[in-house]
Every structure is written in C-alpha cells, then in structure tokens.
C-alpha cells in the first residue's frame, strides 16, 4: 500500500532532503539523519495522507462531491492543497486555537473554515457534515489510505539512505494521531526489520504513553500546555 502510494502522489508530493550535523553526532556519538519534511509543499508530511486517499479515489473514478476534514493547521492546509489539486470544494472544521497562520494559508488553498469552541465541538460537526450524501470526511491520521500516505515518508527516506550505502538500526518519529508513526513501522518492518521504531511524544501530552499504558484510548482532557 505504500509503495502503491508513493507512485500515485509523485506528481504533487516532493521528494524533501536528508540533514545531518556533525555537531550533533559529534555530542551523542551517533550517525543521525533528519528528514526534512518542514520544506515539503504546505510544510508538512500530512499532504502526503491528504492526496493518497484523493489520488486513490480518482484512480477508481469514486471522486467526492465534497470534502471535509478536521485540523489544527497542518492537516487543515493538506486537505485543502490537495482538494484544490481535484477541484473538490473542502470546509475545515477547526477549534478557535487555529493558528491565524496555518488558518490563513488554508484559505489561501481555496477551503472554507468553520470554526468552534473547542476541538471536541469541531470533531462532532465534523463527523456529522461526513455522512451528509457525496461529502467524504477526510480523518487527520486513523485512516489506511492516511496512512499509507504518510508511510511514503519513512519509505522515501528509507531508499535515500541506501542510495548513499546507509542502513539505520533506529528510526524516530513524533506521535500525535499517530498516523505518521504508524505509516513510519510499516515502512521500517518491510525494509529493515532488525531496526527500532521509537515514537516520541512531550510529557504534557502523553496520551499514546497513558493508551498503551491502560490497554484503551486515552483521550488529553483539554489542549496540553
């Protein structure tokens, strides 16, 4: 599935760089490599998500009417970048924390923003708006076209390392949704199955640690400081 998607969004998605800092490695005592995904198009690796489930749905002549989807920026600017690439009216639902930036640059892609209270109001308008006839919702990561999406960035990385004679025993990626890091296992487990995956998360919002600790989701009572 991932490979499959990394060739329907080659045309929109681009190929991001690889970084290292021999200060950095110079201090740990390791070889690390940063993937640069802050300059892909809209400044994120949720676009990557956002066309694999659009592109896919094109390939299958099943396009939507209508697209929305739930964010707090990054997923916001993907949806409505990618919608645009279709010609798909979106509206992004939103909580009043949007930064006026990520909620500028949306507009900018041509989506239409609602905005609500709190997260929790804009997640139940969303749901609603999604079962409304011809309207898909797009969902920010729990989603296997999402994350199929996301995968291709570990995949890509993956095959720029080896390209350089390079075979990592780690790979580290940061857990919101979780949608990247899911997509970050699959990848790895194919092509390096002795490798680590580690997901990392700030203290104040540990609700991947807390759900895995109890065995349910666990759920941030508000928006983490």
């Known amino acids: 599935d991932i490979e499959a998607a990394q060739k329907r ?3 929109i998605v681009k190929q991001t760089p690889i970084f290292e800092s021999r200060l950095l490695n110079h201090w740990l005592g390791h070889q690390i490599y940063f993937k640069a995904e802050c300059l892909q198009r809209t400044g994120a690796f949720k676009l990557r998500g956002a066309t694999n489930i ?3 749905l094109h390939e299958q002549g099943e396009l939507p009417q209508r697209v929305v ?3 707090s ?3 916001a600017q993907a949806v409505a970048f990618a919608c645009a690439q279709f010609g798909i009216p979106v509206s992004i639902y939103c909580a009043d924390t949007i930064s006026p930036i990520k909620a500028a640059a949306t507009k900018f892609y041509g989506a239409k923003i609602k905005v609500f209270a709190s997260r929790e109001e804009a997640d139940l308008a969303v749901e609603e708006a999604g079962d409304e006839e011809g309207t898909l919702w797009i969902p920010p990561f729990n989603h296997p076209d999402i994350i199929a999406g996301q995968g291709t960035l570990t995949l890509e990385a993956l095959q720029q390392l080896a390209e350089t004679g390079v075979e ?3 790979v580290f990626a940061p857990c ?3 949608g990247l890091l899911s997509g970050a296992i699959i990848a790895t487990n194919a092509r ?3 490798a680590e995956v580690v997901g990392a998360e700030p ?4 609700d991947a640690a807390r759900s895995l600790q109890s065995g349910k989701i666990e759920r941030l009572n508000g928006t983490p400081n």
């Not at 203290?203 to 540990?206: G, P, S, T």
């Open 73 to 75: 920026g990054n997923h």
């Open 176 to 178: 919101g949704g979780g």
């Open 168 to 170: 990592p025993d780690a």
């Open 192 to 194: 390096l199955p002795n």
């Open 69 to 71: 989807a739930n964010s």
């Open 9 to 11: 969004i080659s045309n």
């Open 54 to 56: 659009l592109a896919k």
């Open 203 to 206: 203290l104040n919002a540990n």
